[in-house]
């Protein structure tokens, strides 16, 4: 199927091509045997026999990328495909696809691209697929100064790898990037958020506008301050 170009196929064709590799992926992770993927796809256990040994000889070369409309171009050795899917469904699964290409690279010497190892994984049902952005979404422009719109957002992680939850309490300046404040809390808490804005215009002074995850729903709080300058700490009320 590589070097193939899909965008000749028909719709249903490309749907199928989708099918069959998320069947394959799902019983290479182990999530399915090999007869019952025969069973969903379609074909007999002696086909699909022929098949995994295929993939055992030659590679696994079935990934299709739907928006670059054609399959990957390289053939991947099938005990690495299981590998990577079995690291991340026993060791990696709190692991957003970034950390964890990071992690097969520093650590398990897979040198895989990050669009292949995303693909992989959200075929294997491990991760879930991004909802599809229609082409009006543009990038939101930055302020154009500092203090104009801060960033501020608790993520809860297993950051030491083991059985420990924290949460990671970060502030950054939307103009620059700058991180004005980074703590591990036990739990993101009023207390813990607000001695982080406290840090923060003790450091920094006035901003602005405040831009946080209030229960995974974006709010943007307005403040009634002085103009965006690192001028001396003042008192911020929500407008």
């Known amino acids: 199927m590589s070097g193939v170009d899909m965008k000749h196929y028909s719709e249903a064709a490309v749907e199928r091509t989708m099918k069959i590799q998320e069947v394959i ?55 690495t495909v299981e590998k990577v899917l079995g690291l991340y469904r026993e060791r990696y699964f709190d692991l957003n696809v970034r950390h964890f290409h990071e992690k097969l690279q520093e650590e398990h010497d897979v040198h895989l691209s990050y669009v292949w190892v995303k693909l992989a994984l959200q075929g294997a049902g491990l991760v879930a697929k991004g909802r599809k952005r229609g082409v009006h979404r543009k990038r939101r422009p930055r302020r154009p100064l500092p203090g104009m719109l801060l960033h501020m957002d608790g993520s809860p992680h297993r950051w030491f790898q083991d059985e420990r939850w924290y949460d990671l309490i970060a502030v950054l300046d939307d103009a620059t990037s700058e991180i004005y404040y980074a703590q591990l809390v ?54």
Request: charged share 35%; glycine share 6%; proline share 6%.
């Open 25 to 79: 992926l799902r019983a290479v992770a182990k999530k399915m045997t090999w007869v019952q993927a025969a069973e969903v796809i379609g074909i007999t256990d002696r086909q699909m026999r022929r098949w995994k040994g295929r993939y055992e000889r030659y590679g696994y070369d079935g990934l299709f990328d739907r928006r670059r409309g054609q399959p990957s171009p390289r053939r991947v050795p099938l005990d």
């Open 186 to 239: 036990e739990e993101e808490s009023t207390r813990t958020v607000l001695a982080a804005l406290r840090e923060v215009v003790e450091q920094q002074g006035c901003f602005c506008a405040l831009y946080s995850d209030d229960d995974r729903r974006p709010t943007r709080h307005r403040l009634r301050t002085r103009p965006p300058y690192r001028s001396r700490p003042g008192v911020l009320a929500l407008a």
